[in-house]
C-alpha cells in the first residue's frame, strides 16, 4: 500500500513561517509529480504548488513569492516552505502524489495525505 505523511502544520503569527514536510512510502513504481493542495474552512480544495520529478514547478498566484515547493525524489520527499504567511492562508494543507503503484504499475492514480493544520494568527 501507499501511504503519504505530512507534518510540520501548526500555529503561527502573520508574517511568519512554517515549513511543511511530506513523505511517500509503501510499494511504488514511480512518482510523477508532488504537490501541496489546501482547504479552508467552507472553501473548495485548491492547488498551492505542484513540482514534477523533473523539477517543474507550479503555484497558486496568491502564494507565488512566498512559497517554495522542492523535493527529494530518491527520498520520495516534498517540502513546502511558507514564508510571509498571512491569515488567508489558515487552512488544511493536503500533501498530494501522482504516481503509479508498484501492484498496478499500468495505472496512474492521486494519492492523498491525511492533512496538517496550519493557522495563522495573532
Known amino acids: 500500500q501507499v501511504q503519504l505523511v505530512e507534518s510540520g502544520g501548526g500555529l503561527v503569527q502573520p508574517g511568519g513561517s512554517l515549513r511543511l514536510s511530506c513523505a511517500a512510502s509503501?510499494?511504488?513504481?514511480?512518482?510523477?509529480?508532488m504537490g501541496w493542495y489546501r482547504q479552508a474552512p467552507g472553501k473548495s480544495r485548491e492547488l498551492v504548488a505542484t513540482?514534477?520529478?523533473?523539477?517543474?514547478?507550479n503555484y497558486a498566484d496568491s502564494v507565488k513569492g512566498r512559497f517554495t515547493i522542492s523535493s527529494d525524489s530518491a527520498k520520495n520527499t516534498v517540502w513546502l516552505q511558507m514564508n510571509s504567511l498571512k491569515p488567508e492562508d489558515t487552512a488544511v494543507y493536503y500533501c498530494?502524489?501522482?504516481?503509479?503503484?508498484?501492484?498496478?504499475?499500468?495505472?496512474?492514480?492521486?494519492?492523498w495525505g491525511q492533512g496538517t493544520q496550519v493557522t495563522v494568527s495573532s
Open positions: 498530494n502524489a501522482d504516481l503509479s503503484p508498484g501492484s498496478s504499475w499500468w495505472l496512474q492514480s492521486d494519492y
Open positions: 513540482i514534477t520529478t523533473g523539477g517543474s514547478t
Open positions: 509503501g510499494n511504488i513504481f514511480r512518482i510523477y509529480a
